[in-house]
């Protein structure tokens, strides 16, 4: 965009000083059609500026608005993967949880077995429904 302004302004200087040139050459009537022709022409290169500039101004608005948007759908994945980080702990706290009530109940099965077959070899049998009554599984 630049480069166009300054070319526009530069042709705008070279018309005028060869109008102003051409002035000295040629009769009054054809000056002043010279200058108009110059003027009109100038009209038209600030049109064009014009133009350019509003162009410029709303590429730039429009650039923001995306950068905007860009940033907040950015911030938005950033949230959503820390969620999912959040949530990825979660799952991996709750599968040791599981492996822990897995072992723990493996344990508390094998101390039954160990109490019934204990119970079987010496002859001691205690009601079974008193075993899970109590709090210590060996009392």
Do not use: C, W, Y
């Amino acid at each position: 965009m630049q480069k166009l302004l300054t070319v526009i302004v530069a042709a705008a200087v070279l018309l005028s000083i060869m109008t102003a040139g051409a002035e000295s050459q040629g009769t009054a009537s054809e000056a002043r059609d010279k200058r108009e022709q110059v003027r009109a022409e100038r009209a038209a290169a600030a049109k064009e500026l014009d133009a350019a500039k509003a162009d410029d101004e709303a590429v730039h608005a429009a650039l923001l608005a995306i950068t905007a948007s860009v940033n907040a759908q950015q911030a938005d994945i950033d949230e959503a993967q820390r969620r999912l980080e959040g949530l990825r702990a979660d799952v991996a706290a709750a599968e040791a949880a599981i492996v822990d009530a897995d072992l723990e109940s493996q344990a508390l099965n094998d101390e039954l077995v160990a109490l019934a077959v204990a119970g079987f070899v010496t002859g001691e049998s205690e009601e079974p429904s008193l075993i899970f009554q109590s709090e210590d599984i060996m009392a």
